[in-house]
């Protein structure tokens, strides 16, 4: 295991991050873990190498496997479990070279694991990532915001993160409007075409 100690250093104000794909949305069943996997399919096929990212923001288990960093306010974990059920094995089976489960109990953790977890690959390498605290404190090369069709978000975490979207996804169950194939990778940067 990694003692954060040895490897802390210090938080910047803001996080940016080009080569960072940011997936939020207005709640479960968006489809932003199925949009994930299409993505990682898409990197893959197009020859990066991908590590993906899935942050959640209470501890749903206080002793995950490949458990590579244990606070007292955050875990992160490596999901090795490629036939598992969770949004990590999904997003492992997609064919993410790593995928890391980061559990947080509050904002100031978010922010303390996601400096850990961005150095541990360098900026050649392309970050899908679910999470919706994370963009308030990450600027990254693309943000996407999901949403069911014709659903009006209420929430006030809605209110703060669709301005912030480069694009909002509307999502019926089964298909998007819109696709992996849209988004552009320039000098490992994520942009819209």
């Known amino acids: 295991m ?20 940011l997936l939020a949305g207005a709640g ?4 932003k873990t199925s949009f994930g996997v299409a993505c990682i399919q898409y990197l893959k096929r197009l020859n ?13 288990s206080e002793n995950p496997a490949h458990l590579i960093v244990q606070e007292k306010d955050f875990q992160i974990s490596l999901e090795k479990d490629i036939n598992g059920s969770k949004d990590s094995s ?18 100031q953790a978010l922010a303390k694991a996601f400096n850990l977890v961005s150095t541990l690959a360098d900026n050649q390498v392309l970050w899908v990532c679910e999470s919706g605290g994370l963009r308030e404190i990450v600027e990254p090369g693309l943000f996407l915001y999901f949403k069911m069709k014709d659903q009006f978000p209420i929430k006030a975490s809605a209110q703060r993160l669709i301005p912030l979207a480069n694009r909002i996804v509307a999502f019926d169950g089964i298909n998007f409007d819109f696709s992996p194939e849209e988004i552009q990778i320039q000098n490992h940067r994520f942009c819209l075409k």
């Open 90 to 107: 999904r997003l492992l089976r997609a064919g993410a070279d790593e995928v890391f489960f980061v559990q947080t109990k509050s904002d």
């Open 2 to 21: 990694l003692e954060f100690e040895k490897i802390e250093r210090p938080l910047p104000a803001n996080f940016v991050m080009s080569n960072l794909l």
């Open 28 to 31: 479960q069943n968006v489809g």
């Open 48 to 60: 990066y190498k991908v590590y993906a990212l899935k942050i959640t923001p209470h501890f749903h």
